[in-house]
């Protein structure tokens, strides 16, 4: 069992949310995702007696949540799962930071005590929903919570689904945000995809009347300013690079780096903006 489930909390091509801890998490995502992620990295630590530590800040970084977000998630789940999950606040590198204990033994005993003989929303009892999946892994699984059509990835390198969403009218600005992904492509050798996810942020750029070469200018800068950084690289992506309160900035020092090319390559820093290294969890 503990081998299943710390197989079920990978972080391959996409981080699992077992269905399990969602029903335990009453249908909290955010919870159920920290608790997730609190569980694999608990089948990674090196220590005998079973503690690891990991910032708030990486976990919020990892899921594509807040600081806040986890804090208060790690908070109740502390508060709903008592001794399964402790906490310590303990110097890491020389920094207070939080120390965790999943066991799972417990973590198990409360789903099999509280959760598997309750109802779901649709009056169908967990146990009779748990008979119905596949027992290979997790499966192909109708409407899966792990599958990247019906939730986003947190993995940053993997933020775009393998099929095209087609459940919306196409936009207007659609062929113009197909343009932005091939550049975006073209220029880091990435593979987004023309997703609903990667095409919102560029579509809600253009709808600002920003231009296709605004968006393509950006991602350019923003390949030389971060392609060759191994933890910068990460953020070349759409819901970074055209994430609303940040692209103006974006766009104005791309700008006046191209009309200043023998310059050193213009910052938001520049702009007295010190703000976007939190957004970037830096």
Sequence with gaps: M???LSELVGQGANLSIPRVF???CKGNYNHAAVLSQLVFWSTKTSRTDGWFYKSQQELATELELSRDQVKR???KLSTDFGTAIKTQLKKANGVPTTHYHIDIKLLLGFYESSVISESNPLGESAQIIESRRPTQEMGEISQSITDPNHIRTTDPKDLLSSKHDDTNPPDKNS??????IQHLNAVTGSKFQCCKSNISHI???LHDG????DLCLVITQKQIEWG???KMAQYIRPSTLFKPSKFSGYLQAAKI???NPDNRPVTLADFDDLTWGKDLGL
């Design 2 to 4: 503990y081998k299943l």
């Design 22 to 24: 969602i029903r335990m």
């Design 73 to 75: 998630s790690v908070k």
């Design 175 to 180: 062929d113009s945000a197909k343009q932005v």
């Design 203 to 205: 579509n809600g750029r």
């Design 210 to 213: 920003y231009t296709v070469e």
């Design 228 to 230: 060759s950084d191994g």
């Design 257 to 259: 780096t191209k009309l």
